[in-house]
C-alpha cells in the first residue's frame, strides 16, 4: 500500500503539475509583452519542472525537506544566466559595455520583466503544488498505511 501512495504522489505532483502550473501562469496578469516571448526566453521549462516537482514530493516522502532547498538553489543557480540574458536583451546594458555602432538595438524592457515574472510565478506554484502532494502522501503513510 506504501508504494501505491509513493508512485501516485510522485506521478501527480509530476504530471499533474503540466497542467496545473500553466494555468496558474495564464491567470497572472500579462504584461504588455506576448506570453509566448517570455515563454521562449525560459526553454526547458516542461522538463525541468516535472524533475523538481518529484524531487520536492520525493524529498518531503522521505523525510528530508531541507532538499527543498536544494532544488530551489540550483533551479535559481542554473536559471540566472538565462534571467539575467533576458534582462540583457530587454536594453539594460551589461556593466562596463556601451552600446556601439554594431550593437543590436535593444528589446522592450518589458520583456526582461515578463521573463522573471514568469519565472517566479511558475517556480511557486510548481513548488506548492509538489509541497500539497508531499504532505498529503506524509499524511496518507501515517494514517493508512
Known amino acids: 500500500m506504501a508504494a501505491v501512495v509513493v508512485i501516485l504522489a510522485l506521478l501527480v505532483s509530476s504530471v499533474l503539475g503540466i497542467v496545473l502550473v ?23 521549462g516542461l522538463v525541468i519542472g516535472i524533475l523538481e516537482r518529484f524531487a520536492i514530493t520525493g524529498a518531503l516522502i522521505v523525510g528530508r525537506p ?16 538565462e534571467l539575467r540574458n533576458a534582462a540583457t536583451a530587454a ?28 519565472f517566479i510565478i511558475g517556480t511557486l506554484a510548481s513548488y506548492l503544488w509538489a509541497g500539497v502532494c508531499g504532505v498529503v502522501a506524509v499524511w496518507t503513510l501515517a494514517h493508512v498505511g
Open 22 to 44: 500553466p494555468a496558474v501562469l495564464r491567470l497572472a496578469p500579462a504584461k504588455e509583452v506576448p506570453r509566448a516571448r517570455a515563454a521562449d526566453l525560459l526553454r526547458g
Open 91 to 118: 536594453g539594460e546594458a551589461p556593466r562596463g559595455e556601451e552600446a556601439g555602432p554594431g550593437a543590436a538595438p535593444p528589446v522592450d524592457p518589458a520583456i526582461g520583466a515578463a521573463v522573471s515574472e514568469r
Open 66 to 81: 531541507e532538499a527543498v532547498g536544494v532544488v530551489l538553489a540550483i533551479k535559481g543557480l542554473g536559471r540566472y544566466p
